[in-house]
């Protein structure tokens, strides 16, 4: 049989028995179960082509959903390949990502979409898309300051958070389950949603209860509460252990346990995150932005409010590739845009590793349940899912096209290893539930190994050195064996830490090797460097982390660098270059300078400055800020998409989350070690929401004891204890990993292998390191390589994009950023009334400037003006410093510290756009704009360039 996978054939594919039934099967619900391997691209596009061939049937009848760009350009591809439409025909065709589908919505229909939440405000073409995770904390930090400044009733929750960014995540949960606001209360049944289901979780706490072998061991829950109270601090009226777990020699919890753990009086929680989340909203939208998840939610309520926008959105035929990765707005959303029963999705449950993007498993596993009930929450005040909901099909897509049949076997165990030794597992309900697949291949001499060794990096070299050229580990290729080489194998795992660890590994010993993925970026030794530096010129007690980085790198031993510290002894160059770096006005700037210095030239030096200037055109941020933004980026994983350098013959690191959808001749899955693969620690935030227990918090504010303190709430503790453990998305994580093999499947550990490991059948060997001198003609390199994602739906930019940062760089006259930042803040408080006084002769001069105007003063004011260029829609946004109106004018007014006139040319570019803001904005007023210098107490005027010319500034 012909491959249908096989790009490279010249035969025409023939579909197996499965991917005919899908492809021919075209009307009425289909639920397909398309396994690792099955081919399942190849049927979906043949399924759309078969379609779209219909009589009466266009592309823009057949919506087609996937999760990525990519994988929707693809599908484009394939489609061309195997109808009568060409691409041009189908460059508009619906065949795109939810989000994609709902910003189309938006741009042609969201302008009154707030209002359905009670929100006075609009989406229009200038709203942009933040999809930078880090400038959106920013914003949200800048909010939640805000919101706490007004919400005294709130303080008491406020101090229980020891980050309140990880609102912003309970936020995007709630959205992703479609749980939204009002302006005066919850939408639809989302406050029922955030009250939870008793009946549901009392069910899950019988079946966490039950007594376990026949009766005769006591209940999973039992056991677990045998750790309540542990490390915690319980208000006075919570019970102790014994009470909870019952008389001694009792096989479960008593009874009305349930009851007493899941009634909680709510009220002042719920309504603290209906004011965070529907303010929120409202500062985004006062911002101008949306995020993904309230793109979905507008979307969403949009298509719900709006019966003849529904129809006339309605399509024909909906078919989600994925869908395993989908969440539960998304699956409402679909049911909403199907005008028929046609609807059709596909996914392979084994391969949902997603939840932290919200993904929900359920959508597959349980389709026919939440088919149904989506469908009647709906249609509870008006119909908007029409079709009936007759019988499903289900496909079973059985025909592996890439493993032997010996990887497929042995790959099932993953689904049913457990994940620590206190965890049971119910292998047959599981496996029940398995579609097994069944190799196509005629090979199946594959070599399923494990090895170990303390140092794990040295030993997975040394186990690619015995692979390559070794006949043991053939490879089929074009159906003929040959021995394999470097290019023939990929290191898989769990973390990016464990990769970039090989990989400095790899490069000591020049072992080719290279990195595909994404790279946390603000973990390179150029980030790293660069947040030293930025410690040196903020002072204080960071400054000595800083130096000690600088003073390492350049050699000092640590003996040294305490003597350098203590005597303040910097060596008179580092001194001379910190001098210089303080000279300079813009984050750019000095980054720029210190990767000059340090001969960082490279791909991943220049993301890191486009990051840095992304950031500050995005947000005010000092360089405390910068510093906060850094270190965060360190702690959380900021990541960007790399690729390896060109190269055939090196060996291949991905992570399990970025190998989905890919393949290798032969896998050696790294870091098979306890507390790594299942990760160890880690929390759910301190106020959690989750089904059926709803809308819950793990701390509470109190002064029970005389003594106000942030206690644990023992409720929480043991809700938590009643939920399913977590371990099942990682044992899909270890299925995807096995299933990535085409021939060769490897596991490395280091002293202590995980439970996974050491539960599945397989014996683990000792592997004694002896890596041999590399010597390969074409090699990649272990060097990252860095890819700026661009989106083709939205572009914004602020001013300063496209301003010459050089201008700033002779920095004998300049006295820093920080010193600009305060005259800044001091203009801000004046012209709002505050009682401030000014410390130096600029702010002298501001405060004299301020008093001379009569006018109205607009402090900080957010301007966005929208462009077309070439085709795009390009957003410029940027904070207006002060707009003073009288009468008739409106006057822009930008304070400059500098002591030059350099960079004025670069300043026109930004008042420009202030100025054609206001010229809509006041349309009756004269409109100037001008920059107050406070060094010299001058006011020059400014004049703009027209929109043309601007538009020509931004296609540079």
């Known amino acids: 049989m012909t491959s249908p996978t096989d790009e490279s054939s010249t035969a025409t594919p023939t579909p197996n028995e499965g991917q005919r039934e899908l492809i021919e099967g075209t009307d009425g619900l289909y639920l397909v179960d398309a396994g690792a391997g099955t081919g399942k691209t190849f049927t979906v596009t043949h399924r759309y082509a078969n379609i779209v061939t219909k009589d009466g049937v266009e592309p823009d009848d057949t919506l087609l959903l996937t999760f990525t760009r990519n994988?929707?350009?693809?599908?484009?591809?394939?489609?061309?390949?195997?109808?009568?439409?060409?691409?041009?025909?189908?460059?508009?065709?619906?065949?795109?990502?939810?989000?994609?589908?709902?910003?189309?919505?938006?741009?042609?229909?969201?302008?009154?979409?707030?209002?359905?939440l009670g929100i006075d405000d609009a989406i229009t073409g200038s709203t942009q898309l933040l999809e930078n995770e880090t400038i959106e904390r920013e914003y949200f930090r800048e909010f939640i300051g805000r919101f706490s400044d007004d919400h005294d009733e709130h303080h008491d929750l406020l101090r229980c958070l020891s980050d309140p960014t990880a609102l912003l995540d309970l936020i995007t949960n709630l959205a992703a389950k479609g749980v939204f606001p009002t302006a005066d209360g919850w939408y639809r049944d989302s406050r029922d949603a955030l009250e939870g289901d008793f009946d549901a979780f009392k069910d899950m706490f019988d079946e966490v209860n039950r007594p376990r072998n026949g009766g005769n061991k006591q209940s999973t829950l039992r056991s677990n509460l045998g750790r309540y109270g542990k490390n915690k601090c319980y208000l006075p009226d919570a019970p102790d252990r014994d009470e909870l777990r019952g008389e001694y020699g009792s096989k479960a919890v008593p009874e009305d346990v349930a009851e007493r753990v899941f009634t909680e009086n709510r009220d002042h929680l719920i309504e603290f995150v209906h004011d965070v989340y529907v303010e929120y909203l409202e500062f985004a939208l006062g911002r101008n932005y949306l995020n993904f998840s309230f793109l979905q939610l507008f979307a969403f309520v949009l298509c719900c409010e709006d019966a003849d926008l529904r129809e006339s959105l309605a399509f024909e035929y909906v078919m989600i590739d994925e869908f395993q990765d989908s969440s539960e707005i998304q699956f409402k959303l679909a049911l909403l845009l199907s005008g028929t029963d046609n609807?059709?999705?596909?996914?392979?449950?084994?391969?949902?590793?997603?939840?932290?993007?919200?993904?929900?498993?359920?959508?597959?596993?349980?389709?026919?349940?939440?088919?149904?009930?989506?469908?009647?929450?709906?249609?509870?005040?008006?119909?908007?899912?029409?079709?009936?909901?007759?019988?499903?099909?289900?496909?079973?897509?059985?025909?592996?096209y890439r493993s032997t049949q010996s990887i497929l076997d042995f790959s099932e165990n993953a689904l049913v290893t457990p994940g620590s030794n206190r965890e049971s597992i119910d292998r047959e309900s599981i496996l029940e539930r398995v579609v097994s697949l069944h190799s196509n291949t005629d090979q199946n001499h594959s070599q399923i190994e494990a090895f170990q060794h303390a140092d794990e990096h040295e030993a997975i070299l040394t186990k690619v050195q015995k692979i390559v050229g070794n006949d043991e580990y053939a490879i089929e290729e074009d159906g003929e064996v040959r021995p394999p080489t470097y290019g023939d194998i990929a290191v898989l795992t769990r973390t990016r830490d464990f990769g970039r660890e090989l990989l400095s590994t790899a490069d000591a010993y020049e072992f080719p090797m290279a990195y595909e993925g994404g790279?946390?970026?603000?973990?390179?030794?150029?980030a790293k460097l660069l947040l030293a530096w930025l410690r040196i010129l903020v002072g204080g007690p960071a400054a000595d982390r800083g130096w000690a980085v600088v003073l390492e790198r350049a050699g000092y031993t640590l003996d040294e660098i305490e003597y350098v510290l203590e005597h303040d002894a910097y060596p008179s160059e580092m001194a001379a270059f910190r001098s210089e770096l303080e000279a300079f006005e813009t984050h750019a700037a000095v980054t720029r300078r210190v990767f000059d210095h340090y001969g960082y030239d490279g791909t991943t030096a220049d993301v890191v400055l486009t990051t840095v200037q992304s950031l500050h055109s995005s947000t005010t941020m000092t360089r405390g800020d910068l510093i906060r933004i850094i270190k965060d980026g360190i702690e959380n994983g900021y990541t960007k998409e790399v690729q390896a350098v060109a190269g055939t013959n090196s060996v291949t690191v991905q992570t399990i989350h970025s190998v989905k959808g890919l393949e290798h001749?032969?896998?050696?899955?790294?870091?098979?070690?306890?507390?790594?693969?299942?990760?160890?620690?880690?929390?759910?935030?301190?106020?959690?929401y989750a089904e059926p227990t709803g809308l819950r918090r793990r701390k509470c504010y109190d002064d029970s004891h005389s003594d106000p303190h942030v206690y644990d709430n023992w409720r929480a503790d043991v809700l938590g204890c009643c939920q399913p453990t977590k371990y099942g998305e990682e044992r899909r994580l270890l299925y995807v990993a096995m299933t990535r093999a085409e021939t060769h499947l490897?596991?490395?550990?280091?002293?202590?292998?995980?439970?996974?490991?050491?539960?599945?059948?397989?014996?683990?060997e000792a592997l004694e390191p002896a890596v041999s001198p590399v010597n390969v003609d074409e090699t990649t390199h272990t060097q990252f390589r860095t890819d700026v994602p661009s989106s083709p739906e939205f572009e914004s930019y602020s001013p300063h994009s496209f301003m010459d940062d050089s201008v700033y760089e002779d920095g004998s006259d300049g006295r820093g950023m920080d010193f600009g930042s305060r005259v800044h803040e001091f203009a801000e408080d004046y012209a709002l009334g505050m009682d401030v006084t000014p410390d130096n002769d600029d702010e002298r001069n501001v405060k004299a400037f301020l008093d001379g105007l009569s006018g109205e003063l607009l402090v900080e004011e957010r301007a966005y003006l929208p462009l077309e260029i070439d085709g795009r829609r390009v957003t410029l946004s940027g904070v207006i410093d002060l707009v003073h109106l009288t009468d008739d004018t409106a006057e822009i007014i930008d304070f400059k510290t500098d002591l030059t006139r350099n960079a004025d040319s670069e300043y026109r570019i930004q008042l420009s756009v202030y100025y054609h803001v206001l010229t809509e904005w006041f349309s009756d007023y004269s409109v100037t704009a001008s920059i107050f210098y406070t060094a010299d107490n001058a006011q020059v005027e400014v004049d703009p360039l027209s929109k043309t010319d601007l538009e020509a500034v931004t296609k540079i």
């Not at 489609?79 to 060409?86: F, G, K, L, Q, T």
């Not at 996914?347 to 596993?365: L, P, R």
């Not at 790279?519 to 150029?526: A, G, N, W, Y």
């Not at 490897?746 to 683990?764: C, H, K, R, S, Y």
Request: hydrophobic share 40%.
């Open 665 to 688: 001749p032969i896998v050696i899955l790294g870091n098979m070690n306890s507390g790594a693969f299942p990760p160890s620690g880690g929390s759910d935030g301190t106020i959690t």
């Open 519 to 526: 790279i946390e970026l603000f973990r390179t030794d150029q």
């Open 71 to 116: 994988a929707a350009t693809e599908m484009k591809d394939r489609i061309v390949a195997s109808c009568e439409y060409d691409m041009r025909a189908l460059s508009d065709a619906p065949i795109q990502t939810f989000h994609s589908l709902c910003r189309d919505i938006l741009d042609q229909h969201g302008f009154h979409a707030p209002s359905y």
């Open 343 to 400: 609807f059709c999705v596909v996914g392979d449950w084994k391969q949902s590793i997603y939840s932290f993007q919200y993904a929900a498993v359920e959508n597959i596993t349980e389709f026919e349940a939440r088919l149904e009930r989506f469908a009647a929450e709906l249609n509870d005040d008006a119909e908007r899912v029409s079709f009936s909901l007759g019988s499903v099909t289900r496909v079973e897509l059985e025909q592996n």
């Open 746 to 764: 490897l596991f490395a550990a280091g002293e202590e292998p995980n439970t996974f490991l050491e539960q599945l059948p397989v014996d683990i």
